[in-house]
């Protein structure tokens, strides 16, 4: 159902578009004097950039910024009504066992606790602005906070731009919100209410003024990229007419559910098409289904644990899933894998995901696609193999060791055992990014 348009000069830039810039960094930040910080907040407020900005191109600034704030943030301020979110009151530290984590000794220090109040999403195509910018909002902000943490994002060089580390095109599938933009073929249209608080479809009771703010699940996600090279180079799918380079290829691809172009396995299910992987009419439109095929045990194109199934399972649902959706917006971090590291395929280096999401509930969005799909491995339900294993890319099981099924079109039921998590986690917390107008208020004076 179409909805009268959302108030696009009100919503926080990064969340229904994303920052759309070569750099991103987050500033994670601890308020130490509050009447100061409100003050400097209403300054801040008249540059912090919506949608409208982003969207369109002449408007668009050269450096972006977006805040957002944690519960301990809100407590901090003084702000007592709640935004009536369970999972983000706790915070994300509270939520490690859930989410699957290994415990939280490999979280990143400042994660661990409820220390860090905001954080500053600056981004621009170049870091010499991000780093005027950071200039820019210490010197407004004074001693009323302290930088807690800061990690720097940035797109891949060439033509990995817009790729993250394991090599895949991301940012490709992302909900149609409704009364916003129409939707390229096989987005799933929902209602803003699933992103943003107090909009059509959300069904919960809010404060009036958290309504356009949305919130961002931040999590730190260390990629072992030579490490996951080598797994796809030890265990090539043998199919005939596949070299075994072309073997680990269509591994990799079955995992994520997309070559690394970003063509989706369930439309080109032995080769990548690049053409096709770049191509928005197309490379979103498919359902898993396939006249004459069974959705309930075929899984010659798409395996029911390949990433992008388990975390939008399209028409394994009927009808649709509305509910469970999330806007991405994340960006890779680190550096470039180094010819040693591949080499010997152990990573030195950090690097990974700075993931972002939004959505309107944190145990719907976010949490729900990680701890009960992702890490469920009898997820996708209702199938002919009652268990598709863990996603094996983002699936966590504690740190212990990960089945998953499907990978092999020839031999659906062969469980491939993954004794390394070649993502994790370091942590992150939830937060809320409050509507401009809110920002202008309730958290300025
Ligand atoms: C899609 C990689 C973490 C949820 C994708 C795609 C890639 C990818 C390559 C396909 C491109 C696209 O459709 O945009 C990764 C990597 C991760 C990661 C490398 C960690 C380092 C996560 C997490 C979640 C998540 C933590 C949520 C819990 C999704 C969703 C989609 C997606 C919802 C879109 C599925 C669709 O609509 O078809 N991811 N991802 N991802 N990912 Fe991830």
Same mark, same amino acid.
């Given at each position: 159902? =179409?909805?009268?348009?959302?108030?696009?000069?009100?919503?926080?830039? %990064?969340?229904?578009?994303?920052?759309?810039?070569?750099? $991103?960094?987050?500033?994670?930040?601890?308020?130490?004097?509050?009447?100061?910080?409100?003050?400097?907040?209403?300054?801040?407020?008249?540059?912090?950039?919506?949608?409208?900005?982003?969207?369109?191109?002449?408007?668009?600034?050269?450096?972006?910024?977006?805040?957002?704030?944690?519960?301990?943030?809100?407590?901090?301020?003084?702000?007592?009504?709640?935004?009536?979110?369970?999972?983000?009151?706790?915070?994300?530290?509270?939520?490690?066992?859930? #989410?699957?984590?290994?415990?939280?000794?490999?979280?990143?220090?400042?994660?661990?606790?409820?220390?860090?109040?905001?954080?500053?999403?600056?981004?621009?195509?170049?870091?010499?602005?991000?780093? *005027?910018?950071?200039?820019?909002?210490?010197?407004?902000?004074?001693? /009323?906070?302290? $930088?807690?943490?800061?990690?720097?994002?940035?797109?891949?060089?060439?033509?990995?731009?817009? !790729?993250?580390?394991?090599?895949?095109?991301?940012?490709?599938?992302?909900?149609?919100?409704?009364?916003?933009?129409?939707?390229?073929?096989?987005?799933?249209?929902?209602?803003?209410? !699933?992103?943003?608080?107090?909009?059509?479809?959300?069904?919960?009771?809010?404060?009036?003024?958290?309504?356009?703010?949305?919130?961002?699940?931040?999590?730190? #996600?260390?990629?072992?990229?030579?490490?996951?090279?080598?797994?796809? =180079?030890?265990?090539?799918?043998?199919?005939?007419?596949?070299?075994?380079?072309?073997?680990?290829?269509?591994?990799?691809?079955?995992?994520?559910?997309?070559?690394?172009?970003?063509?989706?396995?369930?439309?080109?299910?032995?080769?990548?098409?690049?053409?096709?992987?770049?191509?928005?009419?197309?490379?979103?439109?498919?359902?898993?289904? !396939?006249?004459?095929? %069974?959705?309930?045990? @075929?899984?010659?194109?798409?395996?029911?644990?390949? !990433?992008?199934?388990?975390?939008?399972?399209?028409? @394994?649902?009927?009808?649709?899933? *509305?509910?469970?959706?999330?806007?991405?917006?994340?960006?890779?971090?680190?550096?470039?894998?180094?010819?040693?590291?591949?080499?010997?395929?152990?990573?030195?280096?950090?690097?990974?995901?700075?993931?972002?999401?939004?959505?309107?509930?944190?145990?719907?969005?976010?949490?729900?696609?990680?701890?009960?799909?992702?890490?469920?491995?009898?997820?996708?339900?209702?199938?002919?193999?009652?268990?598709?294993?863990?996603?094996?890319?983002?699936?966590?099981?504690?740190?212990?060791?990960?089945?998953?099924?499907?990978?092999?079109?020839?031999?659906?039921?062969?469980?491939?055992?993954?004794?390394? @998590?070649?993502?994790?986690?370091?942590?992150?917390?939830?937060?809320?990014?409050? /509507?401009?107008?809110?920002?202008?208020?309730?958290?300025?004076?």
């Amino acid at each position: 159902a =179409a909805q009268a348009s959302l108030n696009l000069n009100n919503i926080q830039g %990064d969340i229904l578009i994303g920052m759309k810039k070569k750099q $991103e960094v987050f500033f994670f930040f601890s308020i130490n004097n509050v009447k100061t910080f409100k003050q400097r907040m209403k300054v801040l407020s008249l540059t912090v950039t919506t949608t409208t900005q982003l969207l369109d191109v002449s408007k668009q600034p050269d450096a972006a910024v977006n805040v957002a704030f944690s519960q301990s943030g809100l407590t901090k301020l003084g702000i007592t009504d709640s935004l009536n979110d369970t999972i983000y009151t706790n915070g994300q530290f509270a939520d490690a066992a859930n #989410l699957g984590d290994p415990g939280t000794t490999n979280w990143v220090n400042a994660f661990r606790g409820t220390g860090i109040h905001g954080v500053f999403l600056l981004a621009s195509d170049s870091i010499a602005l991000i780093n *005027v910018e950071i200039i820019a909002v210490k010197a407004l902000f004074g001693n /009323s906070i302290t $930088e807690v943490y800061r990690l720097a994002g940035q797109a891949r060089p060439g033509n990995q731009a817009g !790729h993250e580390h394991f090599g895949f095109l991301d940012g490709i599938s992302q909900p149609a919100i409704n009364g916003f933009a129409p939707p390229l073929p096989g987005q799933t249209p929902i209602d803003p209410g !699933h992103i943003l608080l107090g909009e059509t479809g959300d069904s919960l009771t809010r404060p009036a003024w958290a309504k356009d703010g949305s919130f961002l699940a931040f999590r730190q #996600l260390k990629q072992l990229v030579p490490e996951f090279n080598q797994f796809l =180079a030890n265990n090539p799918i043998n199919q005939s007419g596949l070299t075994a380079k072309q073997g680990s290829d269509l591994l990799g691809a079955r995992m994520v559910g997309r070559w690394k172009s970003g063509a989706p396995v369930d439309l080109a299910p032995l080769f990548d098409d690049p053409v096709l992987g770049a191509d928005p009419q197309r490379n979103n439109n498919f359902t898993f289904a !396939h006249p004459g095929s %069974d959705l309930t045990s @075929d899984q010659s194109r798409c395996p029911f644990s390949a !990433h992008i199934r388990k975390t939008a399972p399209r028409a @394994d649902f009927n009808p649709v899933n *509305v509910n469970n959706h999330i806007i991405r917006a994340g960006i890779p971090y680190g550096p470039e894998v180094s010819p040693k590291e591949a080499a010997s395929n152990t990573t030195t280096t950090e690097r990974g995901l700075a993931f972002v999401s939004y959505q309107s509930n944190i145990s719907q969005g976010f949490r729900f696609l990680q701890m009960s799909w992702a890490n469920n491995p009898r997820f996708i339900f209702g199938k002919s193999d009652p268990t598709p294993g863990f996603d094996p890319i983002i699936g966590a099981n504690a740190g212990q060791s990960r089945f998953v099924s499907g990978l092999d079109p020839n031999d659906p039921n062969h469980d491939f055992t993954l004794t390394t @998590d070649f993502v994790q986690s370091r942590g992150g917390e939830y937060f809320f990014s409050p /509507s401009i107008s809110a920002l202008k208020t309730v958290f300025s004076s």
